[in-house]
């Protein structure tokens, strides 16, 4: 009877995993994950559009012609408003009868 037991000792041994081998398999997952993990955060800090792009003459001059975009408030020019509210004719009074 000891040998049956035995036997089934050694087949379940044999068809489990070696611990270590499983240990060693999750650790290099880990480093891997890691180091990609890395490498993503640091193409994050990279900008998406390359040095210069938003000062191209192109760019410039589709912001200067689309009055939707141009007249865009923080892209207005402060002395526009300025001299449009100055240039306006005052309201008059309504006379008395």
């Not at 997952?29 to 193409?43: F, G, P, Q, S, V």
């Amino acid at each position: 009877m000891k040998f049956v037991m035995e036997f089934a000792e050694n087949l379940i041994l044999r068809l489990m995993e070696d611990p270590k081998r499983r240990d060693e398999a999750q650790r290099q997952h880990i480093y891997r994950m890691k180091e990609r993990c890395d490498k993503t955060k640091a193409n994050w800090s990279l900008p998406l559009r390359p040095y210069g792009f938003w000062t191209f003459e192109r760019f410039n001059a589709q912001l200067f012609w689309d009055p939707q975009i141009s007249q865009a408030p923080g892209r207005r020019d402060p002395y526009d408003d300025l001299l449009l509210r100055t240039n306006q004719p005052q309201p008059q009074p309504p006379a008395d009868k």
